[in-house]
Every structure is written in C-alpha cells, then in structure tokens.
C-alpha cells in the first residue's frame, strides 16, 4: 500500500541535541512538506520542497533543516537552535501540477526535548 | 499572507444531530482542503474542493470561492467523527503550500 512513513512515532531528547526525523513516501508524488502541531493549535509550515534537491522556508525556519536529495526521502532535523522544540510534527506529500491532488499525512512523531 | 479563520472553534452535539462548520479565508484561493484529525493525531484528507460542491456519504462541503468561504456539512453524526476538522487553503501567489485553520473541535457524544 502506499502511504507515507514517519519515524520514530515518539522520540525523547535532551535539551541541545539535535535529532533528526525521518519522513518517506511512495507515492511518487512531488511536494513535501513539514508541519509544526501544539497542543490545541493548527498546523504551521516549516518548510517544503516541490522537486529534489530544491526547498524552501516556510512560516517557522528558524531552528530547523531539511534536504531533499531523494524524491522520496524529506528528514528534518531540529537543531539546538529551536528555543521550544517539543511539538508533534507531521510530513506530507503531494503532486505538483495536477488537478485535485490532495495533501497526504503520515501519523506524525511526537519530540519531547528536556 | 493569507488569514484563514474557522468556526465555531468547540461544538458539542448529541450522536445523531446535524452540524455546519465554516471556514472564511481573506485573499483568493487555488485550492481549499478540509482534513479531519482523529484523537490519536492522525489527519484525513476529507475534501479537495477549490470550488462548488461535493459529497461523500454523510459529509458534504461547499465552497463559494468568489465570496471566500467554505462549509462542512456533518449529518447524522457518530461518535467516530469525533476530532478536530481543518480547512487549509493555497494562496493563489503562494507556490503550493497550504495555511491551516486554528480548526474546530468537534465531540459527538453517545
């Protein structure tokens, strides 16, 4: 089945590591994507990439990276940077360029920094 | 960028009741989703609907784009809808990404 695979589903670390979060997808699609979740709150994009090797900051940057170097592949990692790190993070996938292409989520991994 | 902002932001109804959830956004769109997440996180592509009307059993949505807003319709509701419902929007100058609602809370008790 196709789908997209986030892993781990929750991940602990200490305060000043950095972690990396992984996100693949086979659906040949596209676009990817990173959201930020907090409790009660909608989601804020952190940064996207519609073809390999290209991306692009969204709302919230500051404090993370990403590489593309594979269509499917899309891994996150929040640095030490990133004052308030602990959230629920969600990856997406899309097609570009086509008509009624709805974003996809995998089920997310939740980052407790302490 | 664009504001999107959805209501009510809590809606409590009884297994059974019909609801309408709204979505207004400020600026013209390309694309306009509504996504359903479950209480375990997971999030459900529910509508792709840019524009006009679509139906999928008990959930039907609108979308009167000239006007900028979006309803979801709920009929008959379960307790399995139950969850958060979010409208996301693509600006039309925004490159294919979506802005998400702050989305509302829906629980359907039994």
């Known amino acids: 089945d196709g789908g997209i695979t986030q892993s781990p589903k929750y991940l602990f670390r200490k305060e000043g590591q950095n972690v990396t979060l992984s996100c693949e997808q086979n659906?040949?699609?596209?676009?990817m994507y990173w959201y930020r979740q907090d409790p009660g709150q909608g989601l804020r994009l952190i940064y996207y990439?519609?073809?390999?090797?290209?991306?692009q900051k969204g709302d919230i940057a500051e404090g993370y990276s990403v590489s593309r170097e594979k269509k499917e592949s899309f891994p996150l990692t929040v640095t030490s940077a990133q004052k308030n790190p602990t959230a629920f993070y969600l990856c997406?996938?899309?097609?570009?360029?086509?008509?009624?292409?709805?974003?996809?989520f995998g089920n997310g991994t939740r980052l407790t920094v302490t | 960028g664009i504001q999107v902002e959805q209501s009510p932001p809590d809606l409590i109804l009884q297994e059974g009741a019909n609801s309408t959830l709204r979505c207004n956004f400020s600026?013209?769109?390309?694309?306009l989703q509504w996504f359903h997440q479950n209480p375990w996180g997971q999030l459900i592509n529910l509508f792709y609907?840019?524009?006009g009307t679509k139906q999928n059993g008990r959930l039907s949505a609108t979308t009167v784009a000239t006007e900028r807003y979006s309803l979801l319709y709920i009929s008959s509701s379960q307790t399995t809808d139950s969850g958060v419902y979010f409208c996301?929007?693509?600006?039309?100058?925004?490159?294919?990404?979506?802005?998400f609602g702050e989305g509302t809370q829906l629980t359907v008790n039994p």
């Open positions: 997406a996938s899309t097609k570009t360029q086509a008509y009624n292409s709805p974003l996809h």
């Open positions: 659906l040949n699609h596209d676009a």
């Open positions: 990439s519609q073809i390999v090797n290209d991306f």
């Open positions: 600026d013209s769109v390309n694309n």
């Open positions: 609907i840019p524009s």
């Open positions: 996301a929007v693509e600006e039309e100058t925004s490159g294919s990404r979506l802005t």
